[in-house]
């Protein structure tokens, strides 16, 4: 519940110790680099971009290498796969792996070279395939395409429109050449597209027979085969067939170095790495034989470097506290429970430094308000056993990805307990199953009372719920004011909407308006009802008088603070924001029932029954799904417009170190 305490680490060491410096400093991942000394004559940076570049350009060939591997030779993955996060190997391993670099980047390269061998060998495959089809309409032509006839008799090949008659080409013949009659004219093939024709007439015709039927649509192929059709295309057949023989033993060859996966992934970190380390390096000032390395780091922190880097190399030390104005990055410290919501607060902003971390306060009442709107036991108890058991299964998985899911568990505990108190047992299937196929009505008694039936006192209890909710965010804001001695802005904007806003709902409470909503009369002692009329009038004259305090002009002061005595209206429609927890918490009840009024609508018979089982696995899986989505987006944001809006800012930075930031595996290193 604590925004940790940010402190300025430098250090000056020697040249010859910079390697083993950095990689202590990167495997440790606790100081974020920021270097504030600048070049002089003394200390220079070196140029690192081209090694840098190289390294980049190194880890992404033992990508391309892995994707080709995984295109050829994929490993077995469950659909769970993406959850099983980094891999974890020891030092050693890696380090052995990075003894045979040069061979593994061999590999890699091989791997590249020969799926472009196959790539190109499909490309031509392609090509010959082209060649097939365009011959096919050709294949029972027993001369090649390209034959001319003979020294008297001419022959040329060629396409007309698709619904061409033969009649009709002789007609136009008949009609434009009169003269000539020796034309023969035969119909080699046709299909949707075209009609096929092979045309012979004597050789002093033939360029006026050509003429005469392109004017009706002829035309020559684009290509023509230097022998016959079939013959061509059987040769074509058994060159693709030698291309596929090729492809497979290529193929056969990147199946035979699937062993070289994971070298090739621990590769792939190695140079990540070390394309990350001359980034670093690029920006330390350097002399002829030391180095300076600056940056910040967590004030806890600080004795964990002093003993790694001050402890053991020749170097000096300077640890301190941050300038006022400086923008440090931030950490934040929870505990177990309150860590899962870390990253909720992170998505609406970090605190900046000085501000009040909520992430604990909040979380306890985004798992209050998660489980009342999905309020149903079943539900609860399905993700909570769900999230629990994917927790255990897969240890391993991202951070953000571990700390959702616990978030999602604590949720589904409090569903749980939610359930328990209104009754909710997927809906109502315990008095639907019973009165159907058992002939008697069993229902579950409700811890509480059961929302369906008393809609109003859920709206009542939403409103209490969601007015501490705002109260606790308005008695942050008063405890970072007191903190930061700001005692004047604590009785302006803290304990004057405190009198305003409890003097009007002590107003309400004995009102006729909330007696009909509540349906029950609360009749309070004079003195009471006199108590929230002075408290009421006290903080709305104050605010009027105090909220533009920061000018002096008596004018434009009332006028600010008429317009912000207005921001009572902005309390009611925040108040009235938490209706949502009635509306969703019924919606998932509603919906469940409807569901079970479905299902009891079939047979009771054998298929009756399993009709039952399929609406009822069907329907529950698909509310469930829509009102977790619902909770959640819900939840968030009462916390980020409600509760946020009454005393956070956010726009922290957040915490960078230089570390290990590897992609496939992670390395057991000291830490």
């Known amino acids: ?5 940010m402190q300025r680490v430098s250090i000056c060491a020697l040249k010859k110790d910079r390697k083993s410096i950095l990689e202590k400093l990167q495997s440790m991942g606790i100081l974020e680099i920021s270097q504030v000394a600048d070049e002089d004559d003394a200390f220079s940076r070196m140029d690192t971009m081209n090694a840098r570049v190289s390294f980049e350009k190194k880890a992404n060939i033992a990508d391309q290498a892995l994707d080709v591997l995984d295109g050829y030779a994929p490993e077995s993955k469950s659909m769970f796969a993406s959850l099983e996060g980094k891999k974890l190997i020891g030092s050693s391993r890696f380090q052995s792996a990075v003894a045979d670099k040069e061979k593994i980047m061999d590999t890699a390269a091989d791997l590249i070279q020969t799926s472009k061998v196959i790539a190109e060998k499909k490309a031509a495959i392609l090509k010959l395939e082209n060649q097939i089809e365009s011959l096919t309409p050709y294949l029972s032509l027993e001369v090649p395409m390209n034959y001319s006839g003979t020294k008297k008799v001419a022959m040329f090949i060629g396409t007309m429109a698709a619904e061409t008659q033969l009649q009709d080409v002789y007609s136009t013949l008949a009609e434009q050449l009169p003269e000539v009659e ?10 949707q597209d075209a009609v096929y024709l092979a045309v012979l007439c004597m050789r002093e015709d033939a360029s006026k027979v050509e003429e005469v039927l392109r004017s009706a649509g002829f035309a020559r192929p684009a290509q023509l085969s230097e022998e016959v059709p079939s013959v061509k295309t059987q040769e074509l057949k058994e060159s693709i067939q030698q291309l596929n023989n090729e492809i497979k033993e290529q193929e056969d060859k990147i199946k035979s170095c699937a062993e070289e996966r994971e070298r090739l ?35 806890k922190f600080v004795p964990a470097l002093e003993k790694a880097i001050g402890a053991n190399y020749d170097c000096v030390m300077d640890v301190e506290e941050v300038g006022e104005e400086e923008e440090v990055p931030t950490i934040l410290q929870n505990n177990s429970f309150s860590r899962s919501w870390e990253g909720i607060v992170e998505s609406y902003g970090l605190p900046k430094r000085g501000e009040f971390d909520p992430t604990t306060i909040m979380s306890f009442f985004y798992v209050f308000f998660f489980g009342m709107m999905l309020s149903d036991a079943a539900y609860g108890a399905i993700l909570a056993i769900a999230c629990f058991v994917l927790l255990k299964k897969f240890p391993r998985m991202s951070p953000g990805m571990y700390q959702s899911i616990k978030l999602f568990m604590f949720c589904g505990i409090s569903t749980v307990i939610w359930g328990i108190l209104f009754g909710g047992y997927f809906g109502n299937i315990v008095d639907v199953v019973s009165a ?24 009542v209890y939403s409103m209490l719920f969601g007015v501490i909710h705002l109260f606790v965010g308005l008695g942050i804001k008063g405890y ?52 929230a009329k002075v408290l009421a009038i006290f903080g709305a004259v104050g605010i009027v008088l105090m909220s533009g305090r920061g000018t002096k002009n008596p004018g434009i002061r009332l006028a600010l603070g008429a317009y912000d005595l207005y921001n009572i209206t902005g309390w009611l429609s925040d108040v009235l924001s938490y209706s949502r927890l009635l509306a969703l918490g019924l919606a998932t009840g509603v919906i469940a029932s409807v569901i079970n009024q479905m299902g009891s609508m079939v047979p009771n018979n ?6 039952f089982i399929v609406i009822f696995i069907v329907g529950h899986a698909l509310n469930l799904a829509i009102n977790l989505l619902g909770a959640y987006v819900h939840t968030n944001r009462l916390q980020f417009v409600e509760f ?9 930075k957040p915490f960078e170190p230089f570390c290990a930031d590897t992609k496939y595996v992670d390395i057991k290193e000291e830490t």
């Not at 159907?436 to 709206?459: E, R, S």
């Not at 054998?606 to 009709?611: E, L, R, S, Y």
């Not at 946020?644 to 922290?652: M, T, V, W």
């Open 265 to 299: 992934r621990y590769i792939s970190d190695y140079f990540r790495m070390r394309a990350e380390k001359y980034e670093v390096l690029g920006t330390l000032p350097q002399s002829q034989r030391t180095f300076v390395i600056s940056g910040y780091t967590a004030k």
């Open 606 to 611: 054998i298929f009756g029954i399993i009709a």
């Open 182 to 191: 020796a034309v023969d004219i035969q119909i080699i093939s046709s299909d």
């Open 436 to 459: 159907k196929f058992f002939g008697t009505t069993i229902t579950p008694a409700a811890l509480w009372f059961i929302p369906l039936n008393d809609p109003m006192k859920l709206l």
């Open 480 to 531: 970072m004011c007191i903190k930061n001695r700001q005692f004047m802005d604590f009785f302006c904007d803290v304990v004057l909407w405190f009198c305003l806003v409890v003097g009007l709902i002590l107003m309400l409470l004995p009102s006729s308006l909330f007696a009909s909503i509540a349906q029950t009369e609360i009749v309070f002692p004079d003195v009471v009802n006199l108590m």
């Open 1 to 5: 519940m604590a925004v940790l305490q």
């Open 644 to 652: 946020f809006g009454k005393f956070y800012e956010g726009g922290g």
